[in-house]
Protein backbone atom coordinates (compact mmCIF):
# COMPACT_ATOMS: atom_id res chain seq x y z
CA UNK A 1 0.00 0.00 0.00
CA UNK A 2 1.31 3.65 -0.64
CA UNK A 3 1.25 6.42 1.59
CA UNK A 4 -1.87 8.85 1.37
CA UNK A 5 -0.56 12.21 0.43
CA UNK A 6 -1.17 14.54 3.38
CA UNK A 7 -0.98 17.85 3.32
CA UNK A 8 -2.03 20.34 6.13
CA UNK A 9 -4.71 21.83 4.42
CA UNK A 10 -7.59 19.40 5.14
CA UNK A 11 -10.27 21.99 5.65
CA UNK A 12 -9.43 23.92 2.36
CA UNK A 13 -9.28 20.04 0.31
CA UNK A 14 -12.56 19.36 1.86
CA UNK A 15 -14.25 22.55 0.82
CA UNK A 16 -13.13 22.29 -2.52
CA UNK A 17 -14.45 18.18 -2.82
CA UNK A 18 -17.93 20.05 -1.92
CA UNK A 19 -17.79 22.54 -3.82
CA UNK A 20 -17.28 20.04 -6.92
CA UNK A 21 -19.69 17.78 -5.55
CA UNK A 22 -22.17 20.69 -5.27
CA UNK A 23 -21.48 21.97 -8.99
CA UNK A 24 -21.96 18.41 -10.05
CA UNK A 25 -25.65 17.91 -8.18
CA UNK A 26 -26.97 21.68 -9.73
CA UNK A 27 -26.29 20.07 -13.21
CA UNK A 28 -27.65 16.65 -13.00
CA UNK A 29 -30.91 18.44 -10.87
CA UNK A 30 -31.20 20.74 -13.72
CA UNK A 31 -31.14 18.17 -16.37
CA UNK A 32 -33.97 15.89 -13.77
CA UNK A 33 -35.85 19.37 -13.66
CA UNK A 34 -35.68 19.33 -17.59
CA UNK A 35 -37.03 15.98 -18.15
CA UNK A 36 -39.64 16.12 -15.20
CA UNK A 37 -41.32 19.12 -16.58
CA UNK A 38 -41.97 17.26 -19.91
CA UNK A 39 -43.40 14.14 -18.31
CA UNK A 40 -45.64 16.77 -16.11
CA UNK A 41 -46.86 17.85 -18.92
CA UNK A 42 -47.22 15.23 -20.71
CA UNK A 43 -49.18 13.08 -17.93
CA UNK A 44 -49.24 14.74 -14.69
CA UNK A 45 -51.07 18.40 -15.61
CA UNK A 46 -53.53 16.53 -17.59
CA UNK A 47 -54.81 14.14 -15.03
CA UNK A 48 -54.40 16.79 -12.61
CA UNK A 49 -57.16 18.78 -14.40
CA UNK A 50 -59.17 15.79 -14.79
CA UNK A 51 -59.42 15.34 -11.10
CA UNK A 52 -60.58 19.25 -10.52
CA UNK A 53 -62.82 19.13 -13.35
CA UNK A 54 -64.48 15.85 -11.68
CA UNK A 55 -64.65 17.50 -8.70
CA UNK A 56 -66.03 20.36 -9.60
CA UNK A 57 -68.76 18.44 -11.60
CA UNK A 58 -69.29 16.63 -8.46
CA UNK A 59 -69.75 19.68 -6.39
CA UNK A 60 -72.22 21.02 -9.00
CA UNK A 61 -74.47 18.06 -8.65
CA UNK A 62 -74.66 17.95 -5.44
CA UNK A 63 -75.77 21.73 -5.54
CA UNK A 64 -78.19 21.13 -7.49
CA UNK A 65 -79.46 18.16 -5.68
CA UNK A 66 -79.70 20.00 -2.35
CA UNK A 67 -81.37 23.09 -4.27
CA UNK A 68 -84.22 20.71 -6.12
CA UNK A 69 -84.69 17.53 -4.49
CA UNK A 70 -87.57 16.55 -6.18
CA UNK A 71 -85.50 15.96 -9.41
CA UNK A 72 -83.13 13.36 -7.84
CA UNK A 73 -86.04 11.60 -6.73
CA UNK A 74 -87.82 11.55 -9.49
CA UNK A 75 -84.59 10.50 -11.58
CA UNK A 76 -84.28 7.73 -8.97
CA UNK A 77 -87.67 6.15 -9.21
CA UNK A 78 -87.80 5.85 -13.25
CA UNK A 79 -84.13 4.27 -12.53
CA UNK A 80 -84.79 2.49 -10.42
CA UNK A 81 -88.36 1.40 -12.60
CA UNK A 82 -86.51 1.35 -15.42
CA UNK A 83 -84.63 -1.83 -13.78
CA UNK A 84 -87.44 -3.68 -12.68
CA UNK A 85 -89.25 -3.78 -16.29
CA UNK A 86 -85.70 -4.66 -17.45
CA UNK A 87 -85.32 -7.72 -14.84
CA UNK A 88 -88.80 -8.85 -15.08
CA UNK A 89 -88.56 -9.00 -19.18
CA UNK A 90 -85.36 -11.51 -18.88
CA UNK A 91 -85.50 -14.43 -20.15
CA UNK A 92 -88.77 -16.68 -20.89
CA UNK A 93 -89.28 -20.04 -19.03
CA UNK A 94 -88.91 -23.09 -20.95
CA UNK A 95 -89.74 -26.69 -19.66
CA UNK A 96 -86.50 -28.64 -19.08
CA UNK A 97 -87.69 -30.57 -22.09
CA UNK A 98 -88.32 -27.69 -24.63
CA UNK A 99 -85.32 -26.14 -23.06
CA UNK A 100 -82.47 -28.77 -23.19
CA UNK A 101 -83.67 -31.34 -26.27
CA UNK A 102 -83.06 -30.54 -29.91
CA UNK A 103 -86.72 -31.54 -30.53
CA UNK A 104 -88.16 -29.66 -28.56
CA UNK A 105 -85.95 -26.32 -30.25
CA UNK A 106 -87.52 -23.04 -29.41
CA UNK A 107 -87.14 -21.75 -32.94
Same mark, same amino acid.
Given at each position: ??????????????????????????? =??????? =?????????? @???????? =? @????????????LKFPGTGLAASGLYYGAKALANRQKG????????????????
Open positions: MGKKKVSGQWKEDATKKAKNFLGKAKK =SAAKVVK =SGGKTYGSYV @APTVGLFK =S @AGKLATNVGKVALKFSDYRQFNKKGRKF
